[in-house]
């Protein structure tokens, strides 16, 4: 059995028993159980030797310990090594920021949501009634994930494109933009084993040849939002002073890049942009686990808006809202987003120290089953757990946009996801009208575990089965 040299004050490195392959067989074959085991018996941090490479898991005390110290652990770093997302936008856009791009996810849309709610509200219904419809006899959907991600798709269009989402292919191109990135996060890291930039490398091989998983829907774009955004400048440059910004993110784009000329160049750039955005919106918006005891905080709601939501109708939904929270932390992936140290080392409140380019992995199941932040009933789906009544009668709910120590889903300080409040308010309004709309249950009855993909979780493909309550109209 061998133990790995580590500097002093490092993490514990857990003991293994192969040269080269280290903990790799046992974190892929078990990941869950592994980790549990080695955080019980090492502690919190502790090191695996994985796919050639020492990395070290961070835990519930840690995580947070990460998070804040933003300009230390880098996100992109650690991400780029595995999913290199910003290396296919990059080739679109010439001076890209991932600061840039938060600044105007929470400025120009999580800050907006209110001036977007009747516009979200009209497509998500006019999504569902396509692709659900009347259900009047019950009916199955097998591919659950990707039905979700067309329906959120529509407003999600209809916020970033403005009148370009009026075209069905766009619409389609969202949700497809999505599900192409996503396959290249699952190419098995073997190469590693030799060189970590070999990995790279291979996965970014296709890219090197010219070929880019995302550029057929760049041309799509430019088909069809070229004539618009020519128009919109064409306007601009009319009106002057008197133009009246439209309220989509095309606009905005259009507004700071101040040019006139629309060339390649500038579609890059402008798709680049904007696509980002899309694929950071679609991909984790899309969720369609139910729950039915909701559904009289729905009627109550619906019945008060009249079918017609607004801000605070949605801040109102405090059930949902508790709900959305639970399933969130119950969908947390086992171990994810590799945080890479930048600085030549950083050492942790309690003393372990971390040197240049480790990768810091988030051991994301720890902290969200954590008994220290959930007590004994941590494993159990109680959404109520979000709400603190006291004995003056006055009830607290933790929403499920707030980060904290206990709830790392949209990551947590500086950098903490921009796209959340927009995020939770798509995903309450879009349950509050299925559950209105809709009994639904699994095929089975029982619910179904997601399926385990190394450290992260994927949802499972059993059917959703839906049918129409035939009560009230949506
Ligand atoms: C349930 C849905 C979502 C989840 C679970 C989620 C989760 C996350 C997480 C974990 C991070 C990394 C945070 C960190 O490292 O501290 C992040 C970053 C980010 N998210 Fe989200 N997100 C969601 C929805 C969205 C939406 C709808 C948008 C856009 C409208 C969005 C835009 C972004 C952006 C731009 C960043 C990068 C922030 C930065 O670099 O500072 N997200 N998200």
């Not at 004050?9 to 280290?22: A, C, K, S, T």
């Not at 988030?362 to 979000?386: C, V, W």
Request: glycine share 4%; proline share 5%.
């Amino acid at each position: 059995m061998s133990i790995g040299v580590v500097a002093h004050n490092e993490p514990p490195l857990v003991p293994y028993q192969f040269p080269i392959i280290g903990h790799t067989y046992n974190f892929l074959r078990d990941a869950e159980n592994f980790l549990k085991e080695c955080k019980e018996k090492y502690g919190d941090p502790f090191s695996l030797y994985i796919f050639g490479n020492v990395v070290t898991f961070a835990g519930a005390d840690i995580i947070p310990e990460v998070l804040k110290n933003s300009d230390v652990f880098d996100f992109y770093t650690g991400l780029n090594k595995i999913f290199p997302i910003h290396v296919v936008f990059k080739q679109f856009m010439k001076n890209y920021s991932s600061s840039y791009t938060a600044r105007v996810v929470q400025e120009q849309i999580s800050n907006k949501i209110n001036i977007y709610t009747s516009r979200l509200q009209k497509e998500l219904l006019s999504g569902i009634e396509i692709f659900f419809g009347n259900c009047n006899e019950p009916k199955i959907f097998k591919n659950i994930h990707y039905t979700m991600s067309l329906i959120i798709s529509k407003p999600v269009a209809n916020v970033i494109l403005g009148e370009c989402a009026q075209f069905d292919d766009i619409v389609a191109s969202f949700a497809l933009v999505e599900k192409e990135i996503q396959k290249m996060r699952y190419v098995p890291p073997i190469l590693m084993f030799i060189h970590p930039s070999l990995h790279q490398f291979f996965v970014m091989l296709p890219l090197r040849f010219g070929w880019n998983p995302i550029s057929r829907h760049r041309d799509l774009f430019v088909q069809r939002c070229k004539p618009i955004i020519e128009e919109r400048i064409r306007q601009r440059k009319e009106l002057g002073e008197k133009y009246i910004q439209k309220e989509d993110i095309l606009d905005f784009y259009i507004s700071e890049s101040k040019t006139h000329v629309v060339d390649d160049n500038y579609l890059d750039n402008l798709f680049g942009e904007l696509y980002n955005i899309v694929f950071a919106s679609v991909s984790t918006t899309s969720r369609p686990e139910l729950w039915n005891e909701l559904y009289e905080e729905q009627l109550k709601i619906h019945n008060e808006s009249n079918g017609n939501l607004s801000i605070e109708d949605v801040n109102k939904m405090v059930k949902l809202d508790c709900f959305v929270k639970e399933s969130l932390r119950h969908s947390a992936d086992i171990a994810v987003i590799p945080h890479t140290v930048m600085s030549d080392s950083f050492t942790f409140s309690n003393g372990i120290t971390v040197p240049k380019d480790r990768d810091i992995y988030l051991y994301m199941k720890d902290s969200a089953f954590n008994n220290k932040f959930f007590g004994e009933t941590s494993i159990d789906f109680q959404p109520k757990r979000h709400i603190t009544s006291f004995a003056n009668g006055k009830i607290v709910h933790s929403p499920a946009t707030k980060v904290d120590k206990s709830f790392a889903m949209f990551g947590g300080g500086k950098r903490a996801c921009p796209g959340r409040f927009f995020a939770i308010n798509e995903i309450k309004m879009c349950l509050h009208k299925l559950i209105l709309r809709y009994n639904i249950r699994t095929e089975s009855g029982k619910i179904v575990p997601p399926k385990i993909k190394t450290s992260t979780y994927v949802p499972s493909d059993s059917g959703l089965i839906f049918e129409n309550r035939n009560y009230v109209k949506v």
